[in-house]
C-alpha cells in the first residue's frame, strides 16, 4: 500500500466518519450516483453508506458512495411527463417571430430563429 494509498484508507470510519477509501479502492458493492445510474438504479433515500477521498485539482476531493444492495430502481417518466416534456422541447424549436418550427433549439440571447435575426426570409 502506497504512502497516498494509505493517506485515505480509513476502513471503519475513525478518522473521517465514514468508511474511507482511496481512489479506485471501494469494495464491490458500494456505487456512485453515477455508476448506479449508469445500471438502471438511483440512491432511493439511502444515506451516503462511505466515501472515496483522493487529491485532485484544488485540494482533496471527495465522492459519496452508496449501498448498491439497497438502491432502488430508477423511476420512468409517466406518459403525461413525457408529453410535456416534448412540448417544452418543441416550444424551445419554434422562432416565436416566424412561428417556423427548427431542426435546433432557438438560441435565448436571440429569442428568434437564425434566419429572422439575420433578416432573411425563412
Same mark, same amino acid.
Given at each position: 500500500?502506497?504512502?497516498?494509498?494509505?493517506?485515505?484508507?480509513?476502513? +471503519?470510519?475513525?478518522?473521517?466518519?465514514?468508511?474511507?477509501?482511496?481512489?479506485?479502492?471501494?469494495?464491490?458493492?458500494?456505487?456512485?450516483?453515477?455508476?448506479?445510474?449508469? +445500471?438502471?438504479?438511483?440512491?432511493?433515500?439511502? +444515506?451516503?453508506?462511505?466515501?472515496?477521498?483522493?487529491?485532485?485539482?484544488?485540494?482533496?476531493?471527495?465522492?459519496?458512495?452508496?449501498?448498491?444492495?439497497?438502491?432502488?430502481?430508477?423511476?420512468?417518466?409517466?406518459?403525461?411527463?413525457?408529453?410535456?416534456?416534448?412540448?417544452?422541447?418543441?416550444?424551445?424549436?419554434?422562432?416565436?417571430?416566424?412561428?417556423?418550427?427548427?431542426?435546433?433549439?432557438?438560441?435565448?440571447?436571440?429569442?428568434?430563429?437564425? +434566419?429572422?435575426?439575420?433578416?432573411?426570409?425563412?
Amino acid at each position: 500500500m502506497g504512502r497516498i494509498a494509505a493517506r485515505f484508507h480509513d476502513p +471503519d470510519g475513525e478518522r473521517y466518519g465514514l468508511p474511507t477509501f482511496w481512489w479506485r479502492g471501494a469494495p464491490a458493492g458500494y456505487a456512485t450516483v453515477r455508476q448506479l445510474r449508469a +445500471d438502471g438504479l438511483r440512491p432511493g433515500g439511502q +444515506d451516503v453508506a462511505a466515501q472515496i477521498r483522493w487529491r485532485g485539482v484544488g485540494g482533496v476531493r471527495v465522492a459519496n458512495l452508496y449501498r448498491v444492495d439497497r438502491a432502488l430502481p430508477k423511476r420512468t417518466a409517466t406518459p403525461a411527463q413525457r408529453r410535456a416534456i416534448d412540448a417544452a422541447l418543441a416550444a424551445r424549436r419554434t422562432c416565436s417571430t416566424c412561428g417556423s418550427v427548427c431542426g435546433y433549439y432557438i438560441p435565448r440571447s436571440l429569442g428568434e430563429c437564425l +434566419d429572422c435575426a439575420e433578416g432573411t426570409a425563412c
